[in-house]
């Protein structure tokens, strides 16, 4: 009886084969004359194919895909801890419903004025208190960047935001420079205060919607901080079964 082999160049024999092929590589190829004969064995020709036909770099790809489908989040893991932390948010948190609030009350005087001619001074007053909100919580919002970001103003989480609040804040400073100089009429001025407001409500929409996004990633980390956490109890008995399994 001839004694036979697995030949160790199956390797390189197989690096184009077909799973399909594997029983006739069973056969082999038999060699005359008492030399030494060399088959293939199904399970190796198959081991064979499925070498051959994996995939390169298969974790760093994954990894890659896994990066572009990831949004930037909005803080960093440190910026949320700063944010969370500094007294400024709560300045935020009171000053932007509270100019909302009086946004919405000059909104009702200015167009009754317009409307009716009537109510001058009372939309006038109520301009120059959301001029005045808005400069504050201009220059405490500023304040927060910097401590959260490190930057004064147009961070890149919060840029358009803030370059609509600037378009917002020169609008309303030219209202009140034209009501001190007594530039055009005063239907003409309360118009230069009605363009602020629209550009304000673009520019409220853009915080509630960030604000949004901001809720959701942190909705996010705190389930994969939950998830990422396990009990030492948990852990010590993963760690048995793995030594028992080695």
């Known amino acids: ?59 760093n790809s994954a990894a890659a895909e896994r990066s572009k489908s990831t949004r930037k989040s909005l803080y960093t893991p440190e910026q949320r801890a700063r944010r969370d932390a500094t007294p400024w948010t709560l300045v935020q948190a009171i000053l932007a419903p509270l100019q909302f609030l009086v946004f919405l009350i000059s909104l009702g005087l200015v167009a009754y004025y317009l409307s009716t001619g009537r109510g001058y001074e009372a939309a006038t007053i109520s301009i120059l208190i959301k001029t ?20 004064w103003l147009f961070v890149e989480a919060f840029f358009w935001e803030d370059v609509f609040s600037m378009l917002v804040l020169a609008l309303q400073t030219l209202y009140v420079v034209a009501l ?18 629209g550009t304000y409500v673009i520019n409220a929409a853009q915080f509630i919607w960030k604000l949004r996004v ?23 008995a993963s760690s048995n079964w793995a030594g028992q399994q080695t």
């Open 1 to 59: 009886m001839h004694s036979l082999h697995i030949s160790t160049k199956s390797v390189s024999s197989h690096s184009s084969c077909e799973c399909e092929a594997a029983p006739a590589i069973e056969q082999g190829a038999r060699c005359a004359g008492g030399h030494t004969a060399e088959i293939f064995s199904a399970d190796q020709a198959g081991v064979d194919c499925v070498l051959s036909n994996l995939p390169v770099n298969t974790p």
């Open 132 to 151: 005045f909100l808005l400069y504050t919580i201009m220059i405490t919002g500023s304040i927060w960047e910097k401590v959260v970001f490190d930057e």
């Open 180 to 197: 001190l100089k007594g530039w055009w009429t005063p239907e003409q001025q309360v118009y230069i205060a009605v363009a602020a407001y």
């Open 214 to 236: 901001a809720r959701l990633e942190g909705k996010k980390s705190d389930v994969s901080s939950q998830s990422g956490q396990m009990s030492p109890s948990a852990a010590a």
